[in-house]
Structures are given as C-alpha cells and as structure tokens.
C-alpha cells in the first residue's frame, strides 16, 4: 500500500533552519506532484509549498516564499522541504501529500494520500 513517512521535525530556536523529508513507497513517485501542509491545534490544516513531478515547477504559500524551499528527488522517491530564517508562526505539524494530477496544487482536495506528520516546533 502507499505510504508517506514525514521525517526531519525537532524544536529549534527562532532563525535555525531544518529540512524535512518525505519518503514515498507504494507508488510511482514520479508520476506524482508532491506537497506540504502544515496544522496547528484548532486550525485548519494549510497549504505550505508544493512540487510538480519533474520538479520543474512549484508553488508557495506567500508566508514562507524567500525562506522555503521545496525539492525531490525521484531516483530516491523522496521529497524534501528546506525551512529557513524559521520564527514561532511556523510552528505546527508538517504534512507531506501526493497527488496524481502531477501539477502542484494548494487544495487539500486535489492529493490522494498523506503522511501522518512530523512535529517541527520553534522557540522565540
């Protein structure tokens, strides 16, 4: 079956950088557009950043554009999200997301399976 294993979450001070992962197995990784979300408690889960198959294209959520970057590798079957300069809003359970459409959308609707999240915590 498919599966999507988050991996790369901690706590960190405010300006630190982490890189979160996203294996991928079950599935023919490259026909797939990859993405992050990202919840909190009581909050919608929101769209962060996302990926076309190839890599060549990709999309972010205005707050994070200039301190995000999202890559993957498909020799690998992973998926990447390095998070620079991070403050305190960026605070939330990260989420990775694959969607057989192959274009990187910023609608929850649009991806057909999910991870089940890594904690990524930053401290002011």
């Known amino acids: 079956q498919v599966q999507l294993v988050e991996s790369g979450g901690g706590l960190v001070q405010a300006g630190d950088s982490l890189r979160l992962s996203c294996a991928a197995s079950?599935?023919?990784?490259?026909?797939?557009?990859m993405g992050w979300f990202r919840q909190t408690p009581g909050k919608e889960r929101e769209f962060v950043a996302a990926?076309?198959?190839?890599?060549?294209?990709?999309s972010y959520t205005d707050s994070v554009k200039g301190r995000f970057t999202i890559s993957r590798d498909n020799a690998k079957n992973t998926v990447y999200l390095q998070m620079n300069n991070l403050n305190p809003e960026d605070t939330a359970v990260y989420y990775c997301?694959?969607?057989?459409?192959?274009?990187?959308?910023?609608?929850?609707?649009?991806?057909?399976?999910w991870g089940q999240g890594t904690q990524v915590t930053v401290s002011s």
């Open positions: 079950g599935l023919t990784f490259s026909n797939y557009a």
């Open positions: 997301a694959a969607d057989q459409w192959g274009l990187p959308s910023g609608r929850m609707k649009d991806y057909d399976y």
């Open positions: 990926i076309s198959r190839s890599g060549g294209r990709t």
